[in-house]
């Protein structure tokens, strides 16, 4: 069974950073790519960044470009989401996303639990 575990969560203050980290639990045959969606209270998720798992591509969404970064481990099986310059709208849930082949799998869409971010203003 595969799964994606998100740690780093928190409390900061406007202006502060976190870093969030997702693993995933066990060796995959490929991965395509990683990312991070978040739902803030009471509205719909929302696409925040994704990369390749090569690396050649990065994507995020108009509302966090240029404070937010992706990068991945390869040999940890592990993405990051570098949050810079938070701000109180960026509080919500954040959730793993991989698209990646288990072996004996087919490809899929896998979900993390989710991390809570908060920012106080």
């Known amino acids: 069974q595969v799964q994606l575990v998100e740690s780093g969560g928190g409390l900061v203050q406007a202006g502060g950073s976190l870093r969030l980290s997702c693993i995933v639990s066990r060796r995959t045959l490929s991965t395509y790519a990683m990312g991070w969606f978040r739902r803030a209270p009471g509205k719909e998720r929302e696409f925040v960044g994704v990369?390749?798992?090569?690396?050649?591509?990065?994507y995020f969404a108009d509302s966090v470009k240029g404070r937010f970064t992706i990068s991945r481990d390869i040999v940890k099986n592990t993405v990051y989401l570098q949050m810079n310059s938070l701000k109180p709208e960026d509080t919500a849930v954040y959730y793993c996303?991989?698209?990646?082949?288990?072996?004996?799998?087919?490809?899929?869409?896998?979900w993390g639990q989710g991390t809570r971010v908060t920012v106080s203003s």
């Open positions: 996303y991989a698209y990646l082949k288990p072996t004996m799998k087919s490809w899929d869409d896998y």
């Open positions: 990369t390749t798992w090569s690396g050649e591509s990065t």
